[in-house]
């Protein structure tokens, strides 16, 4: 009750909850095909890589989000090429993307004159210092996610379920592909402010994950995964506000204790099902 009669007098907390909200969008829809096509270590490649971009941007004095968004395009068409051309250097490309990433905008933080920013910000995020450019700019980005996915929802199941049976059928694999890990990367970019770099991967999976157990198709899974990211960032808001905890943390922490009970859940109701069979 506290956090509801707070939420109509801060901004700032009205801010978080829309942030969390155009947060879910993004990782309910992307989120989905991250774990249909099991690419869950690529998008944490990714993540990780997007602290060079953002500290290359802090050290020039640009936003830091939109150097976010270059570098997370930029690594994932780098990922893409290699994953196309050179399938076995994959895991190795995306270990040395995700150090180098970090590294790069470790350096570049530090040598940074003036003010240093919290590096934790970055890499565990603060959903209550979102500001109303930064939610115009989720807004966009998730516009332009769903936009695409509309356009291409067929072309984007078919590379997602058997590359090989879209080929055949005529769809260029190669092209959405990339198309495909660029929108991933553009989510990552979605749940920086939310949850940081650490914990991007989390969130992006976990509704979907859970999804995935209770539906059988990839449009009910998006909207079910983010229906579940949208009650998952305001439950843990809420719960987060009185006890002063880290938001972001909180929010993944409520997620992965729901992955875990809905897995048992799930996994009890099958051993009933296979149980009255065998009665039979």
């Known amino acids: 009750m506290e956090f509801i009669h707070s939420l109509t007098q801060h901004a700032f907390l009205q801010h978080a909850l829309l942030a969390g909200l155009l947060a879910s969008i993004g990782c309910g829809v992307m989120g989905s095909y991250v774990v249909v096509k099991r ?26 989000m939109f150097g976010a968004l270059i570098a997370a ?31 790069t905008g470790i350096l570049f933080i530090s040598q940074t004159p003036g003010y240093q920013v919290d590096l934790m910000t970055y890499l565990f995020g603060n959903i209550l210092l979102v500001t109303s450019q930064d939610l115009w700019l ?54 920086i402010r939310i949850v940081g770099l650490v914990l991007v991967i989390a969130l992006l999976t976990l509704p979907a994950a859970i999804a995935l157990q ?5 449009g009910r899974m998006m909207i079910v995964a983010t229906i579940l990211g949208a009650l998952f960032c305001v439950l ?14 909180t929010i ?29």
């Open 252 to 280: 993944i922490l409520v997620a992965g204790m729901a992955y875990l009970l809905s897995t048992l859940l799930t996994s009890l109701r099958q051993r009933y099902k296979a149980r009255v069979i065998t009665t039979r």
């Open 236 to 249: 843990g808001l809420a719960v987060s506000y009185q006890p002063d905890l880290p938001a972001g943390a």
């Open 39 to 64: 690419i869950g270590f690529l998008a944490g490649g990714i993540a990780h890589a997007v602290l060079g971009g953002m500290g290359a941007a802090f050290f020039f004095g640009a936003e830091p």
């Open 214 to 218: 209770y539906v059988h198709t990839v």
């Open 138 to 191: 989720m807004m966009t980005l998730d516009i332009l996610l769903l936009l695409l996915v509309l356009l291409y929802y067929r072309q984007f199941l078919a590379v997602a379920f058997d590359e090989e049976f879209a080929r055949l059928r005529g769809v260029p694999v190669a092209l959405f592909y990339m198309l495909l890990l660029c929108l991933v990367a553009v989510s990552v970019v979605l749940l």
């Open 73 to 103: 395009i930029m690594v994932a068409l780098l990922i893409g090429w290699v994953s196309l051309g050179w399938r076995q250097q994959e895991d190795t490309l995306i270990g040395a993307m995700w150090a180098v990433g970090m590294a």
